[in-house]
């Protein structure tokens, strides 16, 4: 792939890696380009697109990343985890998902998932082998493998199958191709939570053909309605196929901060291991010290984080409802799985009108993989007001008529 990049005389063209011919620019880049577009032109923007908690963390794991940041000597690379904090990553599991974890062999910190799913199949695939995704997925899932050269496979997530994967509908040759498959659930963007059944299904397939399973579990605290959600681990057999992703962003408050960890499966995590030791030097020491008052603190914080979210579902869904949208209450994470109203179908067309005549910014379903069409995805990341503001802006629009 040649850059236009030395039209100028005397500068020669720069050939880029074939591999970057896989992407294009991230959604996300893209709609904050449009959202720049609106505030230059003096407008108000509601941006209910990237998924960005704006609820900080409880003022204890503030006050430990603050007084670790003030000791000199935690500005040195960290290489790698402290004991302290694996050692708390397992207290965490045991006491929140009764899951026994080996802190030294069956943890290993990430620079939040986003780098850990990014990477992750640079030490699991080789070019040209097989990785399975949901369809529709967090981007993400389907980025990290094709950094590593994979061919992906959708899985598909249908709304008549409550947004479950079916393994049935995976053919033999491909599950006997695939040596990575990433699932994730309560699942962004769709919102499913998925029973115990599934995972039972989920271990027996991985264990018969021989696939490393990812659970990306990002928002199991997140569970709406009195429900609840655990781990993919605490399943017979989950370890011996896989490894879990938890992430502290959402559930902490700790999004820029990038905290995640994946936990399970002994070789995974020490081959992911060894990889992050080649590309990173750990996580910042003060940020260690506020992951570990977080998951070993006082757990106040997540009920009221998980009512927030739960309330501003509450005032978007029933208040675009009321309106003409029907949009049902998602069951948990911190979005919304909202079909197009009244018949319309191109997603994107309807993103952008809706942020050209309302200021209402929202992320649409195909960026998430070709089931998403049809779909966009509401970000709760703005307080009540603002969802209100939103709501009223979509009814004067005269876009629901």
């Known amino acids: 792939m040649k850059a236009v990049y030395g039209r100028e005389k005397g500068k020669r063209d720069v050939e880029f890696a074939k591999r970057m011919d896989r992407f294009g620019e991230g959604i996300f880049s893209v709609l904050l380009g449009m959202k720049k577009e609106q ?132 053919p033999e040759e491909v599950a006997r191709a695939a040596k990575l498959m990433v699932v994730s659930y309560p699942n962004n963007p769709t919102t499913a939570i998925a029973p115990d059944s599934f995972y039972l299904d989920l271990i027996a397939f991985a264990r018969k053909y021989g696939i490393i399973v990812l659970h990306d579990n990002a928002y199991s605290e997140l569970v709406f309605d009195g429900g609840s959600c655990g781990s993919f681990l605490r399943f017979p057999g989950a370890k011996e196929v896989g490894v879990e992703f938890n992430s502290l962003s959402k559930t902490y408050g700790l999004a820029g901060a990038r905290v995640g960890f994946c936990i399970g499966n002994r070789e995974v995590v020490s081959m992911l291991s060894t990889l992050k030791s080649n590309m990173d030097y750990g ?92 779909y966009l995805r509401i970000a709760l990341v703005q307080d009540e007001p603002e969802m209100r503001r939103a709501i009223e802006a979509i009814k004067s629009s005269g876009l629901l008529k």
């Open 283 to 374: 996580m910042f020491l003060p940020v260690q010290k506020a992951a570990i008052a977080a998951v070993t603190g006082d757990q106040s914080c997540v009920a009221a984080t998980r009512r927030a979210y739960q309330d501003r579902r509450d005032i978007l869904c029933d208040g675009l409802t009321a309106i003409g949208w029907p949009v049902e209450r998602s069951r948990a994470t911190m979005f919304v799985w909202a079909k197009l109203p009244g018949g319309r179908t191109d997603d994107q067309a309807f993103a952008q009108e809706l942020l050209a005549k309302t200021g209402v910014l929202m992320t649409p379903g195909s960026a998430f993989g070709p089931s998403g069409r049809g």
């Open 39 to 170: 505030l230059a032109q003096g407008r108000h923007v509601v941006d209910l697109s990237v998924g960005t908690p704006n609820i900080p963390p409880a003022q204890h794991v503030i006050d430990a990343l603050v007084s670790a940041a003030q000791d000199r000597g935690n500005y040195v690379y960290a290489i790698s985890d402290t004991s302290e904090l694996q050692d708390a990553v397992a207290v965490w599991y045991r006491r929140r998902y009764g899951v026994e974890v080996d802190p030294r062999r069956e943890v290993v910190s990430l620079l939040g998932s986003q780098e850990g799913l990014a990477h992750i199949a640079l030490s699991v695939v080789d070019e040209g082998e097989t990785v399975l995704v949901p369809d529709p997925c967090y981007p993400v899932f389907g980025g990290g493998p094709l950094i590593a050269g994979a061919k992906l496979w959708y899985m598909p997530q249908r709304r008549e199958n409550g947004y479950i994967i079916d393994l049935a509908e995976i």
